[in-house]
């Protein structure tokens, strides 16, 4: 089999140097690999399996013999030069918001709905929002077990995911705090170090953050339940990386859980860490640079009926974007 060529659209930001770390790590076959990012990353140099790569400026010329491009690199890049890549012949996974509610557009989490990768008429893949991803890893073995109805959620976001700048932002805070120098917020709208922010992403008409109503289209979108009732709010918190989630799921059927914690058994990429009697829960500290996502605090909901209360963590830099890119670059290869 012939091993594909590859490119990485902003291949020197956190989640492209996320995703040559589990193109590697994952052994993934690659022919060639381009690495692709704006003017001024131009030049630098990557190592890859031992290999010095040299960063290219991305035109929308960039992508000739290429296979399969993976961009991060913000939704008004991956506007503009993803449907050159397409058009080129390469099939784009795309990590920004630009495509994914296109209905001719798959959204794909591999642990979830593989097989809709396969159909990509306009050679767009798009990658879901890493909270969306890191919640549904959750979700979609109890929906196998119960059925899914409903979903009530509070996440608490990293900095992490508003990239460089967020942990520099934070790291920066603290350093004053600590120092007694004064200070202002740049990135977040309000301080972030010792502080929790009830905003991520711009408020819309409804009084929910675009961040919130991810959870709901998107949730909907992957899951094929197009009458999933979701109610999210997003918190941004002064961790450096990892995404919690705090969920309320009701179900169609009665709900167990006991049942519950065996329904993630032989699922990949989520494991259970739930032995509250033992202080075992997942924690952000657990699943920063791993692949799994960790639910814990599994029990039955007080107030609705056939519900539960849990609580997921996974690493949104990782399986909430590079990894899960890797993952659907990986379907497409054994289609």
């Given at each position: 089999?012939?091993?594909?060529?590859?490119?990485?659209?902003?291949?020197?930001?956190?989640?492209?140097?996320?995703?040559?770390?589990?193109?590697?790590?994952?052994?993934?076959?690659?022919?060639?690999?381009?690495?692709?990012?704006?003017?001024?990353?131009?030049?630098?140099?990557?190592?890859?399996?031992?290999?010095?790569?040299i960063v290219e400026e991305l035109t929308h010329d960039s992508f000739d013999g290429v296979d399969t491009a993976l961009f991060s690199a913000g939704g008004s890049i991956s506007k503009e030069f993803a449907p050159s890549a397409a058009a080129a012949g390469a099939v784009?996974?795309?990590?920004?918001?630009?495509?994914?509610?296109?209905?001719?557009?798959?959204?794909?989490?591999?642990?979830?709905?593989?097989?809709?990768?396969?159909?990509?008429?306009?050679?767009?893949?798009?990658?879901?929002?890493?909270?969306?991803?890191?919640?549904?890893?959750?979700?979609?073995?109890?929906?196998?077990?119960?059925?899914?109805?409903?979903?009530?959620?509070?996440?608490?976001?990293?900095?992490?995911?508003?990239?460089?700048?967020?942990?520099?932002?934070?790291?920066?805070?603290?350093?004053?705090?600590?120092?007694?120098?004064?200070?202002?917020?740049?990135?977040?709208?309000?301080?972030?170090?010792?502080?929790?922010?009830?905003?991520?992403?711009?408020?819309?008409?409804?009084?929910?953050?675009?961040?919130?109503?991810?959870?709901?289209?998107?949730?909907?979108?992957?899951?094929?339940?197009?009458?999933?009732?979701?109610?999210?709010?997003?918190?941004?918190?002064?961790?450096?990386?990892?995404?919690?989630?705090?969920?309320?799921?009701?179900?169609?059927?009665?709900?167990?859980?006991?049942?519950?914690?065996?329904?993630?058994?032989?699922?990949?990429?989520?494991?259970?860490?739930?032995?509250?009697?033992?202080?075992?829960?997942?924690?952000?500290?657990?699943?920063?640079?791993?692949?799994?996502?960790?639910?814990?605090?599994?029990?039955?909901?007080?107030?609705?009926?056939?519900?539960?209360?849990?609580?997921?963590?996974?690493?949104?830099?990782?399986?909430?974007?590079?990894?899960?890119?890797?993952?659907?670059?990986?379907?497409?290869?054994?289609?």
């Amino acid at each position: 089999m012939q091993q594909p060529h590859l490119a990485i659209v902003g291949a020197t930001g956190a989640v492209g140097v996320e995703m040559l770390h589990c193109l590697e790590q994952r052994d993934f076959p690659v022919g060639t690999l381009k690495l692709l990012a704006s003017a001024r990353s131009a030049g630098k140099r990557m190592t890859f399996r031992g290999e010095e790569l040299i960063v290219e400026e991305l035109t929308h010329d960039s992508f000739d013999g290429v296979d399969t491009a993976l961009f991060s690199a913000g939704g008004s890049i991956s506007k503009e030069f993803a449907p050159s890549a397409a058009a080129a012949g390469a099939v784009v996974i795309d990590n920004s918001s630009a495509f994914r509610m296109d209905a001719d557009v798959p959204l794909v989490v591999p642990e979830i709905n593989a097989a809709a990768a396969l159909n990509h008429p306009r050679n767009l893949i798009a990658n879901p929002n890493c909270t969306t991803i890191i919640s549904l890893m959750a979700l979609a073995p109890l929906h196998e077990a119960f059925g899914l109805k409903s979903v009530i959620a509070s996440s608490y976001q990293a900095v992490s995911g508003s990239g460089a700048q967020g942990i520099a932002e934070l790291e920066e805070q603290v350093r004053a705090i600590v120092q007694g120098d004064a200070f202002t917020p740049k990135v977040y709208p309000r301080q972030i170090a010792f502080n929790v922010i009830p905003q991520v992403d711009a408020f819309t008409d409804n009084g929910y953050t675009k961040e919130e109503l991810k959870m709901l289209h998107e949730g909907r979108k992957i899951m094929g339940l197009p009458g999933l009732r979701v109610s999210c709010t997003c918190v941004r918190v002064p961790v450096y990386r990892s995404h919690s989630v705090a969920v309320t799921a009701a179900f169609e059927r009665p709900v167990d859980a006991d049942v519950a914690r065996a329904a993630f058994a032989g699922k990949p990429g989520v494991r259970v860490v739930d032995d509250p009697a033992g202080r075992l829960y997942p924690v952000p500290l657990d699943t920063t640079g791993k692949d799994d996502c960790l639910v814990g605090r599994i029990r039955n909901n007080l107030v609705l009926e056939n519900a539960l209360d849990l609580w997921v963590v996974g690493d949104q830099v990782r399986k909430g974007a590079a990894l899960n890119a890797v993952q659907i670059a990986e379907v497409l290869l054994c289609a």
